[in-house]
């Protein structure tokens, strides 16, 4: 493929979880279009994803969506270059639909397929649509199913610096969300709700704040919010509810902010990127804001769009890939439900 003459035009498919998307990248300059057929309102009776669920809608809304992208972004089938879909992590049940329809598309127009890690998307997406493109510094990814801390070096050289130990940030926010009857998804009820409410309201531990590693660990703080509803009233009044909110998320964003900065200041790091889904909280864009102008650090943080699952961050990282000259995927790879980042 020659991109000396033009950017590529890349097709994306993201079906990792709950999420059918579809975007379309002209290389790493411009986003086209970026779809997504939303099943939250699918999910919330049951509080939670059901992958049954999931993989049977991803078939249902795979091609209208892919229908959507094209004529959205203004490009046919044939105009395409390469394919891409996320390979993992996620859902097994929902990773093969995207995948293997995206496998499809390429082999049917005959161009380069490639695989691409669900979290390498979000590590870049604080990227998109900025003119001094991908950039050496230290990242946090912050979503449902993961917590990471890792230092970029460039496109495919990664270095995870710490992970969690047991529930993702996002996890811990949907499990509180629970045990306080919020509706699904419960990390946006949370935040709402914390906006009126006091952070020092209640005393809740920040789980290996002072480790000095880059490890997390949100359990501890699950299980004192558990013990601590035990304290109140059944009937939680709603100052106590947002109090509770408030405190808990401030003892989460508090823990992620010290060791993102922490990283940076160890590895002499001069950018902060902020992506993933609990990376939307209204309080920790606002903490890690102030906490890096202090620091002196630049903060690249994903827009509100590119932060949750979307197909954006896939169609853009397949384009740098390619523009960093990595080869395509082979079409005989499988996905991965565990797929890492690199070795941590």
């Given at each position: 493929?020659?991109?000396?003459?033009?950017?590529?035009?890349?097709?994306?498919?993201?079906?990792?979880?709950?999420?059918?998307?579809?975007?379309?990248?002209?290389?790493?300059?411009?986003?086209?279009?970026?779809?997504?057929?939303?099943?939250?309102?699918?999910?919330?009776?049951?509080?939670?994803?059901v992958p049954e669920l999931?993989?049977?809608?991803?078939?249902?809304?795979?091609?209208?969506?892919?229908?959507?992208?094209?004529?959205?972004?203004?490009?046919?089938?044939?105009?395409?270059?390469?394919?891409?879909?996320?390979?993992?992590?996620?859902?097994?049940?929902?990773?093969?639909?995207?995948?293997?329809?995206?496998?499809?598309?390429?082999?049917?127009?005959?161009?380069?397929?490639?695989?691409?890690?669900?979290?390498?998307?979000?590590?870049?997406?604080?990227?998109?649509?900025?003119?001094?493109?991908?950039?050496?510094?230290?990242?946090?990814?912050?979503?449902?199913?993961?917590?990471?801390?890792?230092?970029?070096?460039?496109?495919?050289?990664?270095?995870?610096?710490?992970?969690?130990?047991?529930?993702?940030?996002?996890?811990?926010?949907?499990?509180?969300?629970?045990?306080?009857?919020?509706?699904?998804?419960?990390?946006?009820?949370?935040?709402?709700?914390?906006?009126?409410?006091?952070?020092?309201?209640?005393?809740?531990?920040?789980?290996?704040?002072?480790?000095?590693?880059?490890?997390?660990?949100?359990?501890?703080?699950?299980?004192?919010?558990?013990?601590?509803?035990?304290?109140?009233?059944?009937?939680?009044?709603?100052?106590?509810?947002?109090?509770?909110?408030?405190?808990?998320?401030?003892?989460?964003?508090?823990?992620?902010?010290?060791?993102?900065?922490?990283?940076?200041?160890?590895?002499?790091?001069?950018?902060?990127?902020?992506?993933?889904?609990?990376?939307?909280?209204?309080?920790?864009?606002?903490?890690?804001?102030?906490?890096?102008?202090?620091?002196?650090?630049?903060?690249?943080?994903?827009?509100?769009?590119?932060?949750?699952?979307?197909?954006?961050?896939?169609?853009?990282?397949?384009?740098?890939?390619?523009?960093?000259?990595?080869?395509?995927s082979l079409l005989n790879?499988?996905?991965?439900?565990?797929?890492?980042?690199?070795?941590?």
């Amino acid at each position: 493929m020659n991109t000396s003459e033009r950017q590529p035009l890349v097709l994306a498919i993201e079906t990792s979880c709950d999420e059918t998307a579809v975007s379309i990248a002209r290389g790493t300059n411009e986003i086209l279009c970026s779809e997504i057929a939303s099943q939250i309102a699918i999910h919330k009776p049951y509080g939670g994803v059901v992958p049954e669920l999931a993989s049977r809608n991803h078939n249902l809304a795979i091609q209208p969506v892919i229908a959507a992208a094209l004529e959205n972004g203004g490009v046919s089938l044939s105009q395409l270059d390469a394919v891409a879909a996320t390979a993992g992590p996620g859902l097994a049940s929902s990773l093969l639909i995207g995948d293997t329809t995206g496998k499809a598309l390429a082999l049917g127009l005959g161009k380069p397929f490639y695989s691409i890690n669900h979290i390498e998307g979000h590590l870049l997406s604080p990227f998109i649509g900025d003119d001094n493109g991908i950039r050496e510094g230290i990242a946090l990814v912050v979503s449902g199913g993961h917590t990471l801390i890792v230092k970029i070096n460039a496109v495919d050289d990664y270095e995870v610096l710490g992970s969690t130990k047991d529930d993702a940030a996002g996890e811990a926010f949907d499990k509180v969300a629970k045990m306080l009857d919020l509706p699904y998804p419960g990390g946006p009820e949370i935040d709402k709700l914390a906006r009126e409410g006091d952070p020092a309201a209640f005393d809740l531990p920040r789980s290996m704040i002072d480790s000095g590693d880059f490890q997390f660990s949100f359990s501890g703080l699950k299980t004192a919010v558990f013990y601590l509803l035990q304290k109140l009233p059944e009937a939680l009044s709603e100052t106590d509810l947002k109090n509770v909110c408030a405190s808990f998320q401030q003892a989460v964003i508090d823990v992620l902010i010290a060791k993102t900065i922490a990283a940076a200041k160890q590895t002499g790091s001069k950018l902060v990127a902020v992506s993933g889904g609990v990376s939307c909280n209204s309080q920790l864009r606002r903490d890690i804001t102030s906490a890096c102008e202090k620091a002196g650090l630049e903060l690249a943080i994903a827009t509100p769009h590119h932060s949750t699952d979307n197909a954006a961050m896939i169609a853009f990282t397949a384009a740098a890939r390619i523009e960093a000259g990595i080869s395509p995927s082979l079409l005989n790879t499988d996905v991965n439900p565990n797929l890492k980042l690199a070795a941590d």
